[in-house]
């Protein structure tokens, strides 16, 4: 069976940072391309960022600069490192798998999601 925990989600000031992880289990995250989504109130969800499994990274031009994504794949482990958070970057954030490399803005070519955490980023 396979599952993703999203964790590290909290409430912080605007300006602070925070560190998701997403554990894998049940598969091997080495081969695939791991994306990090978000989702506020009343919206869609929508692409964050995404690391393929060579290494390489792709951001949202809305967190371009401020966050970073990495894989630790001994510990079948991706991590969203975010930087200066202000209150638009309050949402749910989702952490999924896809085997696709290029269309990894589409949330419905993933295949596996976890259950999401909650950042909410006061001013």
């Known amino acids: 069976q396979v599952q993703l925990v999203e964790s590290g989600g909290g409430l912080v000031q605007a300006g602070g940072s925070l560190r998701l992880s997403c554990a894998a289990s049940g598969l091997s995250i080495s081969g695939l391309t791991m994306g990090w989504f978000r989702q506020a109130p009343g919206k869609e969800r929508i692409f964050v960022a995404a690391?393929?499994?060579?290494?390489?990274?792709v951001y949202a031009d809305s967190v371009k600069g401020r966050f970073t994504i990495s894989r630790d794949n001994a510990k079948n482990t991706v991590y969203l490192q975010m930087n200066s958070l202000n209150f638009e970057d309050t949402a749910v954030y989702y952490c999924g798998t896809t085997r696709t490399g290029g269309a990894y803005r589409n949330r419905n070519l993933y295949d596996y999601w976890g259950q999401g955490t909650q950042v909410t980023v006061s001013s």
């Open positions: 690391i393929f499994w060579a290494g390489s990274t």
